[in-house]
């Protein structure tokens, strides 16, 4: 990394959906930051809004920084993580920050990550909430999911999206070859020289989320089946645990025709049945979404498509 010549001694990557008109200030936070640090600094956006609303308050971010900023607009939504990895393959910079646009982390919290990288050397430094100011489902989901590499495979991960990632990392993010990424789990598979720092986070100044409750579903859906094998050894572990218990209840009933002559019973049998049944159907079903999966990865579907740049 020290070999290479940079242009930039950081780059900020900002994936923008349906602005209200907080990334103008957003850009002159990070400008008065950078002008503290006494760094120079490359400013990544990239709109992956439904609507027009957002494109115009990047171009106009863009006119009066056109000498240090990249504005993308993607041809359709693809979600945040797919627009922070398009803006990876246009940095200039040894050091890559990844924020959100709604002001939840300020601009002023950067040295923090600066700070904690130069201490550690890490390869990653991830901003760890104080308090965080979202609603209860979103803050359930965040402590499941987000820190669930850290739960199930006993490894660090990042915690939030304000990150500092050294570009060998980021580039090697541009090499994921499935149309769904999740810049955190794949962090892990390439490092484990991860370090967090506190930050500060407040509410969201934008109206509008770009993980609304269906979203969130669709995301932790997409984790589980994409990232883990979660859902298929759970399966697997209830039904090595119901067909135990099956046997044990089997025997019983065989002792009990035996030794008391009881009726075996037409209700108990029909239960077992629909039971046993119902349980095929939802590990069929789980497995098809594997399928479906594997299906939409083997039709190459791509990770994003930008409609124009201004560079």
Not at 6 to 35: C, H, R, S
Not at 59 to 64: N, T, V
Not at 288 to 302: A, C, D, H, K, M
Request: hydrophobic content about 40%; overall charge positive.
């Amino acid at each position: 990394m020290n070999d290479v010549d940079y242009k930039y001694d950081y780059a900020v990557v900002v994936p923008v959906f349906e602005n209200n008109g907080i990334l103008i200030e957003l850009a002159d936070l990070l400008e008065q930051t950078f002008t503290d640090l006494n760094k120079s600094y490359q400013l990544i956006l990239v709109d992956d809004s439904k609507s027009n609303q957002s494109w115009k308050y990047v171009q106009e971010i863009y006119q009066k920084n056109k000498e240090n900023t990249v504005a993308i607009r993607l041809s359709r939504n693809y979600g945040q993580h797919n627009a922070t990895v398009c803006g990876f393959r246009y940095v200039n910079a040894p050091w890559v920050i990844t924020m959100d646009d709604d002001l939840e982390i300020y601009p002023n919290q950067i040295p923090l990550l600066i700070g904690r990288q130069k201490e550690t050397e890490a390869d990653v430094v991830s901003g760890e909430f104080n308090r965080t100011k979202g609603g209860v489902f979103f803050n359930l989901l965040n402590k499941t999911f987000v820190n669930s590499g850290e739960k199930i495979k006993k490894e660090r991960s990042t915690k939030s999206s304000f990150r500092l990632i050294c570009k060998r990392l980021t580039d090697r993010l541009l090499e994921f070859p499935h149309h769904f990424i999740f810049i955190d789990r794949v962090l892990m598979w390439y490092t484990q020289s991860i370090e967090f720092v506190k930050v500060d986070h407040f509410k969201s100044q934008k109206p509008i989320s770009g993980y609304q409750k269906k979203g969130l579903f669709s995301l932790l859906t997409n984790i589980l089946f994409f990232f883990s094998s979660i859902p298929i050894k759970a399966m697997s572990y209830f039904a090595f645990v119901l067909s135990f218990f099956t046997f044990l209840f089997g025997m019983y009933r065989v002792y009990a025709k035996l030794i008391n002559n009881t009726p075996l019973g037409y209700t108990s049998i029909i239960v077992s049945i629909l039971f046993s049944t119902s349980m095929i159907l939802f590990a069929l079903g789980l497995i098809g979404e594997y399928l479906r999966r594997i299906y939409s990865i083997l039709n190459n579907q791509p990770v994003y498509e930008i409609k124009s740049i201004l560079k």
